[in-house]
């Protein structure tokens, strides 16, 4: 049974709308379910001359910071660039594909290609600003600069230059697929989940577009059952009952593939990053074969050929780019309810952090959008979400030897958290800080009256291995009793940090102090 572009456009427009709606309310419900298993009622009670780990191999560890600030840097401009690099590929692979496709038996032009890539390569702003959360505001003023630059290349190129038209064409080139990106990306809670579950809600659009085209079918032919039909359940619920009954057929595969995606997240087959990127870039052709299946056929699919420089680029730069042998491992801390400042400066510190190492954290309600990854969303799908809370301190070692320390294909450690009830988490603290090399504690609203807060500041102060501790403080802060907290730490631990509230320069400002390269 033949599927026309319609048909595929409709698939893409009601899997795209269904996997974002769906993306924001799962991750309603994960926060709600996170706060309920979080709050169970504490029936352990915390032994403070008994820490989790190994503090002796904790004082023996060689020193850490393998890595340096400006290390950092030329990892963020490595990676970009070779965004940058696949981008060209996938832009000059679609314009050439494009123009074999449109004007079949015409001879091949460089510079018309070329001037067809340029307007193709549109996807690698929102790629790379996406990978550096820019703003909303800075990603489309930067994609504007690229729209004025290819309008002027394409009035310098034109025989008869025509403004208006050419203007159009850029609209008709970015518009669509832009808007798409921003439904997808513009939310954290998209961000995170809409793109795995957009493939599996294409499958069930697809069965849906079957059971459709199978009554209409039906009708064609007047099946006599069918034709009584309406007369029982109306026409509405019959075209209803013929789109929304095979996905109890398709439920298998599609829970299938989920799962399969959950594994090629854990065995690194896939990335965040590489999801993000293939999904911009994917958009984008996806669309171009939408529109050149209207004069070619079947064969516009071929459209799609360009996205298999993805995985084959990100394993070249995996191969050509060695990671360190001891990574430094940045444990974040904060004070809770404060969702968007914490927020903010997972955005502006903790992503450009992982260029360097892994992440270690406490999971909370205030970073799920953030920290909410291919796993983590199946084994909620699964209703398994429990499994993942630590229940005692004897499960605290086992849960840390399962953290993921080595890089994905494109270079970046992943953020690993513990998810810790009422009961647990002064255990799971205490272990994390054993195995930590620096410390990043978000003081900024910090009260005396925050007990957890005061925990985590005494057992750094006591933490027997060596620790680099950057505090971020505020006006709101209580700096008398933070500091009486710390009391009794070594000289030169903690490292307090002036950062205003608001503000992607001063948020971002915090990086260097985690390397030490900023007094």
Sequence with gaps: MLVSTGQIAFILLAALLLACASAWALARRYRSAMRRLMSAPATLAVDDAAPIGDPEAAQTRSPPFAASFADNRRAAARLTLWLGVMSVLIAASSATLWLLLAFPGEPFAPKRAAVLALMHLWPVIPAIGLMHRWSWPRLLGALALWVLF????????????????????????????????????????????????????????????AGVDVLALLVERRSPWIASLPGWLGAPAVIALFALLPWLLAWWPVQRLGRWLARAYARK?????????????????????????????????????????????????????????????????????????????????????????????????????????????????????????????????LRLAAF???????????????????????????????????????????????????FELETLARAPRPLRVVVLIDGTTDRAAAAEAAAGAPPGRFHWVETPLAGAAPQRAVLPHLFGAAA
């Design 404 to 454: 993921d320390p080595t890089p994905d294909a494109d270079r970046r450690y992943r953020v690993n958290e513990c998810y810790c009830h009422d009961s647990t988490w002064q255990h799971a603290l205490r272990a994390l800080v054993h195995r930590s090399d620096v410390v990043l504690m978000d003081l900024r609203g910090f009260q005396a009256r925050n007990a957890g807060c005061v």
């Design 150 to 209: 290819c309008f002027a290349v394409m009035l310098w190129r034109s025989i008869e230059p025509r403004p208006l038209e050419l203007l159009l064409a850029l609209a008709v080139e970015i518009g669509p697929g832009l808007a798409i990106v921003a439904l997808i990306f513009g939310h954290s809670a998209t961000r995170a989940a809409a793109p795995w579950l957009l493939p599996l809600f294409m499958l069930l659009m697809w069965v849906s577009m």
């Design 269 to 397: 087959q896939l990335s965040d990053l590489m999801v993000m990127f293939g999904s911009v870039w994917a958009i984008s052709q996806l669309l171009q074969a939408l529109s050149v299946a209207s004069h070619a056929g079947v064969a516009g699919i071929a459209m799609l050929l360009p996205l298999a420089w993805v995985p084959l680029a990100m394993a070249i730069y995996a191969r050509a780019q060695a990671a360190p042998a001891h990574p430094p491992t940045l444990l974040v801390l904060r004070v809770f309810q404060h969702d968007a400042q914490v927020q903010a400066l997972f955005d502006h510190v903790i992503e450009r952090w992982r260029l360097s190492g892994p992440t270690v954290l406490i999971a909370g309600t205030d970073l799920a959008d953030r920290t909410l990854d291919a796993d983590d969303l199946f084994v909620f799908l699964d209703g398994d979400l429990a499994s993942r809370f630590i229940r005692t301190p004897a499960e605290v070692p």
